[in-house]
């Protein structure tokens, strides 16, 4: 997303690269401050972080409107984050490039979604420290020729896509001779591009690749050693609005994160990865 990345894609995360900037918002009191709920914004259509989903099963959380539910990593993050506060968890199915805006709103409290903090959307956003640290990988078809590539600088001349606004399409770049195909914004439609042959290779995060070659027979994964991968962050964190970060609000949810150890986010991922529905 990031968006990493499934992706693969800042996909659908992020999990890495996209959001416009606005460095000139003013401090304010977010609306977790004002009400009863903490309000989140994201995809719902980037397992394992977060799926939509027609059953709420055990850690689903109802979108508005009767569209679902929503699961995934980034809400049983969430929903940890909200019991600390005292407060009912609501989460809004947002494409990824409405995540700033909404927030710069007040629509939402705040972004989980598998957003990767960077130079370009520190300007416009406050993030808190990390709450997943990934490795970046690619999806290929299992029965290809990429298959057995071992250095990202093997895919020159070949097809590679990734997440439209995204760290997963910019990275792409890295590599020499890339064919670099267009984006797409969603990552379902990636893995089509990749069945239909439009693309030979997508740009992921390994927990999302995980769960698209357990759903999807035909694909796999590759992993890259030190300094043969690419030279990307795939740590992801929480967004909150512009210039708050002095705010107790803000000092609350970062507290709140910090109470979730180690140990207990990388079961979390387990169990979404174990749990995520099978890509179409």
Known sequence: MKKMRFAAAALAVCMLAGCSSNGGSTASTSTADESGTFTVGMECNYAP????????????????SGAGYCDGYDVRISKKIADEL???LVVKKISWDGLQPALDSGEIDAIVAGMTANDEREEGIDF??????????????????VASFTDIQDFGGHKVIGQKNTNYDTIIDQIEGVEHVTPKAFYPELIL??????AEAITAELPVAKGI?????????????????????????????????????????????????????????????????TAD
């Not at 972080?49 to 508005?64: K, M, R, S």
Request: proline share 5%; hydrophobic share 30%.
């Open 49 to 64: 972080f977060n799926w939509q989903t027609a059953e709420q099963g055990e850690n689903g959380v109802a979108l508005p």
């Open 86 to 88: 005292g407060k009912e």
């Open 128 to 145: 808190t420290t990390p709450y997943y640290e990934s490795q970046m990988v690619m999806i290929v078809p299992k029965d290809s020729e």
């Open 193 to 198: 591009a990749l069945q239909t042959g439009e």
């Open 213 to 277: 070659a357990e759903a999807n027979p035909d694909l796999t994964y590759i992993t890259f050693e030190d300094g043969k991968g690419f030279d990307v962050d795939t740590t992801v964190s929480i967004g909150l609005k512009n210039n708050t970060r002095d705010t107790q609000s803000f000092k609350d949810i970062q507290a709140a994160l910090d109470k979730i150890d180690q140990e207990t986010r990388e079961q979390i991922m387990l169990d979404a990865v174990n749990e995520a529905p």
